[in-house]
């Protein structure tokens, strides 16, 4: 059963690679695109980088079936961080009146 991994390259543009598990007593990873495909002894992520170099792709993120990019989890963090910031001023809004009835 074939699994999809991505290659993110330097224009941030991701490139999908189909990873196989070999046959055999030798354990092997077949991964291919339509135009490329190369087999590694030592995992599917080697194989896909060998993919990727054939493909000659400047390699930034090699993605496994359902990992994220960096960037989506930067933006993801960066939309929790303003949600956050949010809260504090809220609940510092809220505590302002409560510090001057108390100092006067």
């Known amino acids: 059963?074939?699994?999809?991994?991505?290659?993110?390259?330097?224009?941030?543009?991701a490139h999908e690679v189909a990873v196989d598990e070999g046959r055999g007593s030798a354990r092997s990873w077949w991964a291919a695109t339509p135009d490329v495909a190369r087999r590694?002894?030592?995992?599917?992520r080697d194989a896909v980088?060998?993919?990727?170099?054939?493909?000659?792709?400047?390699?930034?993120?090699v993605l496994a079936p359902g990992?994220?990019?960096r960037a989506s989890e930067v933006a993801h963090l960066e939309g929790?961080?303003?949600?956050?910031?949010?809260?504090?001023?809220?609940?510092?809004?809220?505590?302002?009146?409560?510090?001057?009835?108390?100092?006067?």
């Not at 059963?1 to 390259?9: A, P, Q």
């Not at 590694?40 to 599917?44: D, G, L, Q, T, Y």
């Not at 980088?49 to 993120?61: K, P, R, S, T």
């Not at 929790?80 to 100092?103: H, N, Q, Y």
């Open 1 to 13: 059963m074939s699994e999809t991994w991505r290659v993110v390259d330097e224009t941030g543009a």
């Open 40 to 44: 590694s002894h030592a995992s599917a």
């Open 49 to 61: 980088v060998l993919v990727a170099q054939a493909c000659e792709w400047a390699v930034v993120e």
């Open 67 to 69: 990992v994220e990019t």
């Open 80 to 104: 929790r961080r303003g949600a956050l910031l949010a809260e504090i001023d809220r609940l510092t809004a809220a505590l302002r009146p409560t510090r001057k009835a108390v100092s006067q």
